[in-house]
Nanobody
Framework: QVQLVESGGGLVQPGGSLRLSCAAS????????MRWHRQATGKERELVAA????????SYANSVKGRFAISRDNAKNMVYLQMNSLKPEDTAVYYC????????????WGQGTQVTISS
């Protein structure tokens, strides 16, 4: 059974930092592209950052470029999202997502972790 478990969310003041973690189990982690999405209240879910399984290529939404950094540790089956210079508009539930590099129908989601940016 595949499980993705996010942690590290919380309440932070504008300008602060958070590091989200996602622990994956029940899958061959190195075969999966890993992504972080977020969904703010009343808005559609959006892709924030991604790291490929093959060569570790990184990609980011324009809204977070230069502030967020995604990374993965294949030895620990972990993916991280370092978030710096946080803004109130970063407030959302953040979801970890695993997509198999050859079989995109193998697509798994975590339960999400709340990030709130407020003074």
């Amino acid at each position: 059974q595949v499980q993705l478990v996010e942690s590290g969310g919380g309440l932070v003041q504008p300008g602060g930092s958070l590091r989200l973690s996602c622990a994956a189990s029940g899958l061959t982690f190195s075969n999966y592209d890993m992504r972080w999405h977020r969904q703010a209240t009343g808005k559609e879910r959006e892709l924030v950052a991604a790291v490929t399984s093959s060569d570790g290529t990184l990609s980011y939404a324009n809204s977070v470029k230069g502030r967020f950094a995604i990374s993965r540790d294949n030895a620990k089956n972990m993916v991280y999202l370092q978030m710096n210079s946080l803004k109130p508009e970063d407030t959302a539930v953040y979801y970890c997502n695993a997509v198999h590099k050859w079989r995109p129908s193998f697509n798994y989601w975590g339960q999400g972790t709340q990030v709130t940016i407020s003074s």
